[in-house]
């Protein structure tokens, strides 16, 4: 895996941390400057990725910008509304993480 994928995927684990959990003990779990520079960073990126400032992702506009969520786009659109929002996204990652901690 390249390093900026393993960056990507660490900086939306930070977000789905920050910015999605409810309890504040997880958002301590943030990594704390550094994981809040993550997040601001993939706010930045889907922000940059999303053309029309709709706050959703496109597949094209994924594809342009965050290129693991294009990749896992069908997997994340469960509701297949054709867009994404950084709650879904966040919510997929959470899902995958709690998924690979009860695996082993």
């Known amino acids: 895996m390249r390093a900026s994928h393993r960056s990507w995927g660490r900086a939306v684990a930070v977000l789905a ?6 309890s504040s003990a997880c958002a301590q779990a943030a990594e704390g400057g550094r994981g809040r520079d993550m997040a601001a960073e993939l706010q930045k990126r889907f922000a940059a990725a999303d053309a029309n400032h709709d706050g ?3 597949k094209e506009e ?9 990749k896992h786009f ?9 867009s994404l ?11 995958k993480a709690a998924a690979r901690k009860a695996s082993g």
């Open 17 to 22: 941390l920050a910015g999605i959990a409810s």
């Open 56 to 58: 959703r992702l496109t």
């Open 62 to 70: 994924a594809k342009a910008g965050m290129p693991f969520v294009y």
């Open 74 to 82: 069908d997997e994340i659109d469960s509701a297949r509304s054709g």
């Open 85 to 95: 929002s950084m709650r879904e996204i966040g919510a997929f990652i959470r899902d």
